[in-house]
């Protein structure tokens, strides 16, 4: 009986390690979807068009980028936001303010003096139009009044009669 008893032991142990491999291979199924979901979540599903967690953080990172630069001062030298608001509070930005709005005034009054100059004639159809000819005046007639010169002596009162 020596020999069964171990038969059966071993069979036993070959059932238990059949088994555990069988759990094995499903719980590395499970870790393997698991990382195939974490990988589709972090770089994005080309199949499902989903961008990862990468291309929203490099959109992220490039808007805070601009942020930055209308915020802070940007590499062109233009001050920002936070400069901007340091003038406003220090008041140095009403001369700044006076300057433009005089500049667009004085451009405002060129713009406007070269478009009238440049389409005079179409004005000027246009107030003919609005107004219609010009009526040249009527002057009213004065009735004249008639002299009469005292005649001379020797004259004939009706010249020319022979």
Do not use: C
């Amino acid at each position: 009986m020596g020999n069964e008893d171990w038969q059966n032991r071993v069979d036993e142990r070959l059932v238990d390690l059949t088994t555990a491999q069988k759990v094995t291979n499903d719980h590395l199924d499970q870790i393997d979807e698991t990382l195939d979901a974490l990988d589709r979540t972090i770089r994005g599903d080309y199949e499902k068009d989903h961008d990862g967690l990468v291309a929203r953080f490099k959109e992220v990172e490039h808007s805070v980028s601009l942020l930055n630069a209308i915020i802070l001062q940007d590499s062109t030298g233009k001050k920002g936001l936070v400069a901007t608001v340091d003038a406003l509070v220090s008041g140095n930005m009403e001369v700044v303010e006076r300057r433009k709005h005089n500049v667009s005034i004085i451009i405002a009054i060129i713009t406007s003096g070269a478009l009238i100059i440049t389409n005079l004639d179409k004005i000027g159809v246009f107030w003919m139009h609005l107004f219609g000819k010009p009526k040249p005046v009527e002057m009213k007639r004065i009735p004249r009044r008639v002299r009469t010169r005292p005649m001379m002596e020797g004259l004939d009162e009706h010249p020319g009669q022979d």
